[in-house]
């Protein structure tokens, strides 16, 4: 069974920067799609964005396009999500999902259901605050 393992979060000033990663293992996964998603006290899960499995394509939503960014390195098992610019609303709980296709589509909405994703990780914290 595949396991994923967040880490990197942390607390980080408004405009500032994290780095998160997401350890996968238990199976080949480095063929597969990846998402982030984040979610807060009170709030659904949000898309955050999501990478395919060669990490050739990507996929986010408005309100992070520009300032995160996804990347992945398949010889390590492992898929980061680089935030830059960050805002207090971007305080939240972030995990990482996986879902075992090998395919991707330019649809917008590509990857963003979390219903969608088979694996979840356990999340890590980050928090935006002065």
């Known amino acids: 069974q595949v396991q994923l393992v967040e880490s990197g979060g942390g607390l980080v000033q408004p405009g500032g920067s994290l780095r998160l990663s997401c350890e996968a293992s238990?199976?080949?996964?480095?063929?597969?799609?990846m998402g982030w998603f984040r979610q807060a006290p009170g709030k659904e899960r949000e898309f955050v964005g999501a990478?395919?499995?060669?990490?050739?394509?990507?996929n986010y939503p408005d309100d992070v396009k520009g300032r995160f960014t996804i990347f992945r390195d398949n010889a390590k098992n492992t898929v980061y999500l680089q935030m830059n610019s960050l805002k207090a609303e971007d305080t939240a709980l972030y995990y990482c999902?996986?879902?075992?296709?090998?395919?991707?589509?330019?649809?917008?909405?590509?990857?963003?259901?979390?219903?969608?994703?088979?694996?979840w990780g356990q999340g890590t914290q980050v928090t935006v605050s002065a």
């Open positions: 990478i395919s499995g060669g990490g050739d394509a990507t």
């Open positions: 238990g199976g080949t996964v480095s063929a597969y799609v």
């Open positions: 999902a996986i879902r075992e296709t090998t395919g991707w589509s330019t649809d917008p909405s590509w990857g963003t259901d979390p219903s969608w994703y088979d694996y």
